[in-house]
């Protein structure tokens, strides 16, 4: 465990995040792609590196247990996306495959002596993976620049290989005896790894683009499934409804609206704020009523908990319903605005208008759905209208914090 | 007789607009892209080019940056079907002088174009509202106070046009003339354009990513 708490201090700069196991592209638990996440590294290392720590003394599958019960699960919505089991495999292989190189060496009796050779080996993964084909360009050109911002990370991983290495060879007692046989260690390993660099370069560099691929193609199966599910649809059911205008103008209406929203609007919790879910009710009265409700927004709050703007909510929708069915506008114009701790929303129509004092006791809409509702709630209503000249209902909400 | 350049890739959109268009503007050209429409504007010297946001060839920031760069005084109306916060405040910093979205009416298109060629700004509810939410928060220092923030007159016109309300109507509520509410409303195109409130650039980009 402790050598997790070292990797994880470079994440340290960045503001606080909590760990989680996001359900897409795992591959067992979701730790490994989690924990990748949070220190900013690949996950490929992440799950190297749960494989060493498995292999040498079984470390990581502690390790990769604990941090399954402690980190949530990120939420997903649907079904859960199916394993690449291709992957998982290989990485079965590679532990199977380091077990039996400890077993065949004699390395793995060493028992905790392993346990530097992985700190090692995972010090050195770091630094590959610093070493995408820009940033080795950059090393090259002397450009200290680009290694600046990772220095510490860069240095981590230094000081991991070196431990490691220093670790193993105290363990074993003979760190003096092994001066000449660390150098030709070191000999092999330089030779080895300027054998081996470009065709390891080449097949990261490959790795990358084959991820980038796969992830513009997922996009564009969301795109597609978005346009199959929605304009496909809507335009299959105009033909359909060719006769009736109006109908036919209510589905082209919900699906702009439907389209701008996935385009322009960040995803919202429609019963979280005031705008979001001004929106919504807008949305909603469109489609029932087959009116354009045009709605412009200014600032934005949380809804209260003591159902004050819950009921300023309400009365909205009353006066968009009104609106729609008594003015014969053609559309509604609705501002909401939050200014310090006051809610406005105004809905005006430019319709027929009516006398405000003709109206009969009995009608509910405006007196009590939207005045007396508002006066309840500690708000106000103030309706404006004539003849001929439209209607516009303005609601005033104070919302002081307590 | 008002002369109106038509610059928008879709030839549909194109002609509909010219039929909509009323008695008193004349359609002199149209162009599809951004290459056919600089050297239209260079041709015909339009009183008012309708602008869309989103074509072939790096779109309407782009033909405004190279017509106006190169000194012309030509106005432009920017027309689209996005409501997107930096394709609006973009194209308006680009020097455009009104935007309006492609559901406008032909009779208020008409009005805008207007509107536009006697040099006045076009604002619709939605551009307002971008205005007042980006002028709103009163965090960063302003550089020039009087470029940085909105007097209380022009916040009350550009509610007013958020809330739906044309400018005869609003120079009816706040008691003056249409003239005053264009000069008001022109007056805030001036300082969308032109301030460094770092709210303005940062915000409509900001705003997609929130």
């Known amino acids: 465990m402790a050598d997790q708490k070292t990797l994880a201090e470079p994440g340290g700069d960045a503001p606080y995040r909590r760990m989680t196991r996001p359900m897409e592209g795992r591959l067992l638990g979701g730790v490994a792609q989690g924990l990748a996440a949070q220190l900013k590294l690949d996950p490929v290392v992440i799950r190297l590196m749960f494989v060493l720590l498995c292999v040498a003394g079984g470390a990581g599958a502690v390790a990769y247990a604990v941090l399954w019960m402690i980190a949530p699960r990120e939420p997903y919505e649907g079904a859960p996306?199916?394993?690449?089991?291709?992957?998982?495999?290989?990485?079965?292989?590679?532990?199977?495959?380091?077990?039996?190189?400890?077993?065949?060496?004699?390395?793995?009796?060493?028992?905790?002596?392993?346990?530097?050779?992985?700190?090692?080996?995972?010090?050195?993964?770091?630094?590959?993976?610093?070493?995408?084909?820009?940033?080795?360009?950059?090393?090259?050109?002397?450009?200290?620049?680009?290694?600046?911002?990772?220095?510490?990370?860069?240095?981590?991983?230094?000081?991991?290989?070196?431990i490691g290495?220093?670790?193993?060879?105290?363990?074993?007692?003979?760190?003096?005896?092994?001066?000449?046989?660390?150098?030709?260690?070191?000999?092999?390993?330089?030779?080895?790894?300027?054998?081996?660099?470009?065709?390891?370069?080449?097949?990261?560099?490959e790795l990358q683009l084959e991820r980038r691929e796969r992830i513009r193609q997922?996009?564009?199966?969301?795109?597609?499934?978005?346009?199959?599910?929605?304009?496909?649809?809507?335009?299959?059911?105009?033909?359909?409804?060719?006769?009736?205008?109006?109908?036919?103008?209510?589905?082209?209406?919900?699906?702009?609206?439907?389209?701008?929203?996935?385009?322009?609007?960040?995803?919202?919790?429609?019963?979280?704020t005031l705008?979001?879910?001004?929106?919504?009710?807008?949305?909603?009265?469109?489609?029932?009523?087959?009116?354009?409700?045009?709605?412009?927004?200014?600032?934005?709050?949380?809804?209260?908990?003591?159902?004050?703007?819950?009921?300023?909510?309400?009365a909205s929708?009353?006066?968009?319903?009104?609106?729609?069915?008594?003015?014969?506008?053609?559309?509604?114009?609705?501002?909401?605005?939050?200014?310090?701790?006051?809610?406005?929303?105004?809905?005006?129509?430019?319709?027929?208008?009516?006398?405000?004092?003709?109206?009969?006791?009995d009608r509910m809409g405006i007196r009590e759905s939207i005045i007396g509702r508002m006066e309840r709630h500690g708000g106000t209503a103030r309706v404006r209208t004539e003849p001929g000249e439209g209607t516009e209902v303005m609601l005033t909400m104070k919302i002081t914090k307590d | 007789m008002t002369r109106v350049l038509i610059v928008d890739d879709h030839r549909l959109f194109r002609s509909g607009v010219r039929a909509e268009l009323g008695d008193s503007i004349q359609v002199v050209g149209e162009a599809e892209d951004v290459e056919t429409a600089v050297k239209a504007i260079a041709e015909l010297q339009p009183d008012v080019v309708l602008l869309d946001v989103h074509m072939p060839g790096g779109g309407g920031q782009e033909v405004l940056r190279r017509v106006l760069g190169s000194g012309s005084q030509v106005r432009f109306l920017a027309l689209s079907v996005s409501d997107a916060a930096e394709d609006v405040i973009g194209v308006i910093r680009g020097g455009a002088r009104g935007y309006v979205t492609k559901n406008i009416s032909?009779?208020?298109?008409?009005?805008?174009?207007?509107?536009?060629?006697?040099?006045?700004?076009?604002?619709?509810?939605?551009?307002?509202?971008?205005?007042?939410?980006?002028?709103?928060?009163?965090?960063?220092?302003?550089?020039?106070?009087?470029?940085?923030?909105?007097?209380?007159?022009?916040?009350?016109?550009?509610?007013?046009?958020?809330?739906?309300?044309?400018?005869?109507?609003?120079?009816?509520?706040?008691?003056?003339?249409?003239?005053?509410?264009?000069?008001?409303?022109?007056s805030v195109l001036r300082k969308l354009q032109l301030s460094n409130r770092h709210e303005l650039s940062r915000w409509a980009t900001a705003r997609r990513l929130v």
């Open chain 1, 81 to 162: 996306p199916p394993r690449d089991w291709s992957q998982l495999a290989a990485f079965s292989a590679i532990g199977v495959a380091l077990l039996a190189f400890g077993w065949l060496t004699g390395a793995s009796k060493g028992g905790i002596g392993m346990l530097p050779f992985a700190v090692g080996g995972i010090g050195a993964l770091i630094l590959w993976q610093q070493a995408d084909p820009e940033r080795r360009k950059g090393w090259v050109s002397g450009a200290t620049k680009s290694i600046r911002g990772n220095r510490v990370r860069t240095l981590l991983g230094v000081t991991l290989v070196v």
């Open chain 1, 165 to 205: 290495a220093i670790g193993f060879l105290a363990a074993e007692g003979e760190l003096a005896a092994a001066q000449p046989g660390l150098l030709f260690t070191g000999v092999v390993v330089g030779g080895l790894t300027v054998i081996a660099a470009p065709w390891l370069a080449g097949l990261w560099k």
């Open chain 1, 218 to 272: 997922e996009e564009r199966a969301e795109v597609a499934a978005m346009v199959h599910d929605s304009v496909l649809h809507t335009l299959t059911l105009i033909q359909r409804v060719a006769h009736d205008p109006r109908e036919v103008v209510r589905l082209a209406r919900a699906q702009e609206r439907d389209l701008r929203n996935w385009l322009y609007q960040p995803a919202q919790d429609a019963d979280a």
């Open chain 1, 275 to 314: 705008a979001a879910a001004v929106r919504r009710i807008a949305a909603e009265e469109e489609d029932a009523h087959g009116v354009a409700i045009e709605v412009v927004c200014v600032g934005d709050m949380d809804i209260d908990a003591g159902g004050r703007l819950a009921a300023m909510l309400k």
């Open chain 1, 317 to 361: 929708r009353q006066a968009m319903v009104n609106a729609a069915k008594y003015s014969e506008s053609p559309t509604i114009s609705v501002y909401a605005e939050v200014e310090g701790d006051e809610a406005t929303i105004f809905v005006k129509d430019r319709g027929k208008g009516f006398d405000l004092d003709a109206v009969p006791l």
């Open chain 2, 106 to 186: 032909g009779r208020e298109l008409t009005d805008a174009i207007r509107r536009v060629a006697d040099g006045d700004a076009v604002f619709s509810p939605r551009l307002a509202g971008f205005v007042l939410d980006a002028f709103a928060s009163s965090e960063a220092p302003s550089i020039d106070p009087e470029l940085d923030s909105l007097t209380q007159r022009e916040r009350e016109v550009l509610r007013l046009i958020a809330r739906g309300y044309a400018y005869k109507e609003i120079a009816k509520e706040l008691f003056i003339s249409v003239k005053t509410v264009e000069t008001h409303v022109s």
